[in-house]
């Protein structure tokens, strides 16, 4: 039987991918290679909803999808079937985490269950994270996940960035924008926030043809200013559809 290589795993969970007549045969094999998974999920559907959930049925191991992820040495709790999460972007979140200084304001517009914040607020103790997200249940796990990795410095706030952000003012020295299906429509209320000189980190999916030039020409509707300092592809959603990361100075 041909069965496909690749899965994710997160935590004790392995994620495939494949018809639901393969699933039986795939949970076996990956159980039997991988001694530390004790569930098997395969998607159900596409990531979908404001809140990007790729749901999941159990197929094989102990009847969960709440598990314990560790990366860049944090450890996050998280439902796979209440908040998106993604172990793919592990290198991604430390390449944005090094750049972060001593004693910046930061604001992680799309936080989930925390993996970019609260790394940040690992590394950098006297820095402040303001991490957004509007799903409650993502919100409910990254306050778990603040006392779980011991961290006193990242503030949970629940609701629409756009509200949100509305109360915050002028504190950020750096923005997270890691929702590349829709980071552009946010980029008006980056401007309500960003200090001056801000860098802010904004994701999208590009095509082939459109790197990064579709990026940029995004942000320079709201920035006309803005200078850019990096373009990073940093994931495939699909063949060919790229997952980037632009860093931009607002100017
Ligand atoms: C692609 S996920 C990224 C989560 C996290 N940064 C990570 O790396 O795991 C995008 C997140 O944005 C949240 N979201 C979508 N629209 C939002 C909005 N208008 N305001 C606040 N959060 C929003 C979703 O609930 C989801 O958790």
Redesign the pocket.
Same mark, same amino acid.
């Given at each position: 039987m041909n069965l496909p290589r690749a899965f994710d795993i997160v935590g004790d969970i392995a994620v495939v991918n494949v018809e639901p007549d393969l699933e039986a045969a795939m949970a076996q094999k990956v159980m039997e290679q991988n001694k530390r998974v004790k569930v098997v999920v395969n998607k159900i559907g596409k990531t979908g909803g =404001?809140?990007?959930i790729q749901r999941v049925k159990v197929v094989a191991g102990e009847g969960r999808t709440e598990t314990l992820h560790k990366e860049n040495g944090c450890r996050f709790k998280l439902d796979l079937n209440r =908040? #998106?999460?993604?172990p793919r972007?592990s290198s991604e979140r430390l390449r944005i985490a090094e750049q972060v200084g001593e004693r910046e304001t930061v604001v +992680?517009? #799309? @936080? !989930? =269950?925390g $993996? #970019?914040s609260i790394l940040i607020a690992k590394r950098r103790p006297k820095s402040e994270v303001y991490a %957004? +997200?509007? *799903?409650e249940d993502?919100v409910s796990y990254l306050k778990d996940n603040i006392r779980l990795n011991k961290v006193d410095n990242v503030i949970a706030l629940w609701g +629409? %960035? @756009?509200d949100v952000c509305e109360k915050l003012g002028k504190v950020a020295d750096r923005v997270i924008m *890691?929702? $590349?299906e !829709?980071s552009g429509e946010f980029l008006g209320v980056v401007g309500k926030i960003a200090k001056r000189g801000c860098v802010v980190h904004f994701y999208c999916f590009l095509s082939d043809d459109e790197l990064f030039d579709a990026g940029v020409e995004i942000i320079r509707k709201v920035f006309p200013k803005a200078k850019v300092l990096n373009k990073v592809v940093c994931g495939e959603r699909a063949p060919g559809i790229h997952r980037v990361c632009i860093d931009f100075n607002v100017g």
């Open positions: =404001v809140e990007r =908040v #998106f999460f993604t972007l +992680d517009m #799309f @936080s !989930g =269950v $993996p #970019f %957004v +997200d509007v *799903n993502a +629409d %960035v @756009s *890691n929702l $590349p !829709g």
